[in-house]
């Protein structure tokens, strides 16, 4: 049955099936069902197809404006209306099925036993919408500044909070204009929603994360109670008499001292509930799945090493280090006690734009302005850094290339010219020195020995290298898309002075504005000076780990010679 519908917002189509409308227009809507957060319709100008249901408010007789009058408007965990663009809508992607779902985020019933998941042998992530940053992106590809991932689609949504109603405030006159594109980061994030107000204040916070003045600035308050946490013993176990194998790690933190053990896909629900909550913070990216070869002793090690920078990264942060959900991964042992910290975790009110409301901000004044210029500088800085990263990894893997492949091929062929040359002197035993016959020998086989050497060292030095590289890519991959939710803070702000100063908006609300957007800022900036910090550090330790490696490899490679050397100091 057809509907009346109203156009709320302008939406130009983009591509085929989609249809264009304008802010106030009639519309008919084909049906109440959304398809993966879009309606069909029909514009006033008899076009017909999609449009985003989010943009549309039904018209029915004799019933008010509220969020129930938009049945394809899915509501998020905030309450907020959260748009169901991304890649696997309809018109963006035909081959698309719905929303978006993070692998480990347990959509599954309460009688699904926590060790029972899959180990996540599947290399290519869920599908992404173009140009996907924040949390998301592609590991190599981290120029572009993308779009917000749409965590808040991987999740169960939970009923709207007492809140003014945010698209009737939207037609009010004085209030801010919402961002055109509604699919952008800052919108999905709600760190719009946040903004200008639309996200409620909870009658009771129970976490809190302080942000204080230090010398370099804004800078996250330190844990009280900093610790470490290795990982260690990966061991390949069964179950099902054998039919499923998986790999364990066995976690100590150095605050209980008592081991647990997860699987991979116990990181990979934890690294999503990090995505789902922490907005303003860069989580490092956990490491690559892989298709084949996952019981393989290279990959296994290899994903141990990641997962112990990956682990340290964590601890070290002031606030991941200290929420909820990882310290229950990190110290729960009972089955039934997991299952309830981790649904505990996925019912998390204090997620998103909620989470700014658990920020503790300074009281010291900073010129807006100036936080804008830093953080200008800060972009500059890590699109350079990014870049960097991008060409060391890529020189670093080809040398691994070549240790494994060119030089060790060259010093073996130079080791057997030798080895022929003293095979040579041998055939007229009258003038032949079996001294030096047996030194030129001994060179030759010397040489083998150096290029088996020069295979076997980037275990030492290059992989170290290559693993902090990654890391540090996947750090660099969030920082884009959390500028721009500065960016869209600083244009609310200055949207909302410009209306204040035309008598269009009371100056207290546009002072409510600045107000947040401080706490938006403060929080970016903490989050710069960790990064800051961490990178020194990190750099630092890859630096004097790789150059004491390569000084032992060269000395070993030089005793080497000298014992050929002086095989011919008597002959």
Known sequence: ????????????????????????????????????????????????????????????????????????????????????????????????????????????????????????????EEPRAAGLGANGHPPLNLSYPGAYPSQHMAFRPKPPLERQDSLASAKRGSMVGRNLNRFSCFVRSGVEAFILGDVPMMAKIAETYSIEMGPRGPQWKADPHPFACSVEDPTKQTKFKGIKSYISYKLTPTHSGSPVYRRYKHFDWLYNRLLHKFTVISVPHLPEKQATGRFEEDFIEKRKRRLILWMDHMTSHPVLSQYEGFQHFLSCLDDKQWKMGKRRAEKDEMVGASFLLTLQIPTEHQDLQDVEDRVDTFKAFSKKMDDSVLQLSTVASELVRKHAGGFRKDFQKLGSAFQAISQAFQMDPPFSSEALNSAISHTGRTYEAVGEMFAEQPKNDLFHMLDM???????????????????????????????????????????????????????????????????????????????????????????????????????
């Open 1 to 124: 049955m057809a509907l009346k519908g109203r156009a709320l917002y302008d939406f130009h189509s983009e591509t085929e099936g989609e249809i264009s409308i304008q802010q106030d227009e009639d519309l008919v809507v084909f049906s109440e069902t959304s398809l993966d957060g879009w309606l069909q319709g029909q514009n006033s100008r008899g076009e017909m197809g999609l449009f985003p249901a989010s943009y549309v408010e039904i018209i029915r007789p004799g019933v008010g404006t509220n969020h129930a009058d938009y049945p394809g408007c899915p509501v998020g965990p905030l309450g907020t209306q959260v748009s169901a663009y991304n890649s696997s809508s309809p018109a963006r992607n035909s081959g698309g099925s719905g929303f978006l779902s993070n692998p480990g985020s347990f959509e599954d019933d309460d009688e699904d036993d926590w060790d029972d998941w899959d180990d996540g042998c599947t290399v290519v």
């Open 469 to 571: 590289l990654s890391l540090y890519q996947g750090l660099l991959s969030n920082f884009p898309d959390i500028i721009h939710l500065q960016k869209g803070a600083f244009a609310k702000v200055k949207e909302s002075q410009r209306m204040s100063d035309e008598g269009r908006m009371v100056q207290d609300e546009a002072d409510g504005i600045r107000r947040r957007c401080r706490v938006v800022g403060f929080a970016l900036q903490a989050e710069m000076n960790h990064f800051h910090q961490r990178r020194e550090l990190d750099f630092q330790h890859m630096m004097q780990s790789y150059l004491r490696q390569q000084i032992l490899f060269y000395q070993r490679v030089a005793q080497q010679l000298e014992k050929a050397l002086r095989m011919y100091d008597h002959l």
